[in-house]
């Protein structure tokens, strides 16, 4: 997966595309970016990076490596002058603003559902019927989208799971 900087983000769909990619990449780095993420998407909770350090120690770090991501990423349009709006360094906050900018409806079902498919668990003691659910709640938020969602963003939000090692030491038959 590779990241680059955003277009002027001008259409739903480039929105769409550079949200996922972001939401990928960040799991990747850090289990706790899908919880930040939603909660910027969240009005009801605080995002400046004071009330983040009262949940998590890391997350005053994470939030200011987010801000440092999206300065890099959001160079164009409305999605660059969001980044100056915000402090230095308070990237869950930046996160809110674009999502208040291209989703005025943040808690929409069919953010629920990429939460859900963010945060999803693999049960380690039954992979096969966990990898079915996990499938099962994709094929819900892409008919609830109406679009898929790419299956290299699916894997990468897989690997990112507590049960990822199970995963990979599984005996698939010789395959």
């Given at each position: 997966m590779q990241l680059e900087a955003a277009p002027a983000l001008k259409t739903e769909d480039e929105w769409q595309q550079f949200r996922?990619?972001?939401?990928?990449?960040l799991a990747t780095i850090h289990a706790d970016y899908p919880l930040l993420l939603g909660r910027a998407a969240d009005p009801n909770k605080e995002v400046d990076n004071?009330?983040?350090?009262?949940?998590?120690?890391?997350?005053?770090?994470?939030?200011?490596?987010l801000y440092n991501l999206l300065g890099m990423l959001c160079v164009e349009g409305r999605a660059a002058a969001k980044v100056d709006l915000v402090e230095r360094d308070e990237g869950v906050s930046l996160w809110r603003l674009l999502l208040s900018?291209?989703?005025?409806?943040?808690?929409?079902?069919?953010?629920?559902?990429?939460?859900?498919i963010m945060t999803y668990s693999l049960d380690g003691?039954?992979?096969?019927?966990?990898?079915?659910?996990?499938?099962?709640?994709?094929?819900?938020?892409?008919?609830t989208k109406g679009k898929p969602l790419e299956d290299e963003i699916k894997r990468c939000l897989l690997y990112t799971s507590d049960a990822a090692d199970d995963l990979l030491c599984v005996d698939l038959g010789g395959r």
């Open positions: 996922s990619t972001v939401t990928a990449y004071e009330a983040l350090e009262l949940e998590s120690s890391d997350w005053r770090d994470l939030s200011a490596q900018e291209y989703e005025p409806n943040v808690k929409s079902r069919v953010d629920g559902l990429f939460q859900l003691s039954d992979l096969e019927s966990s990898l079915d659910r996990y499938d099962l709640l994709c094929l819900r938020y892409q008919r």
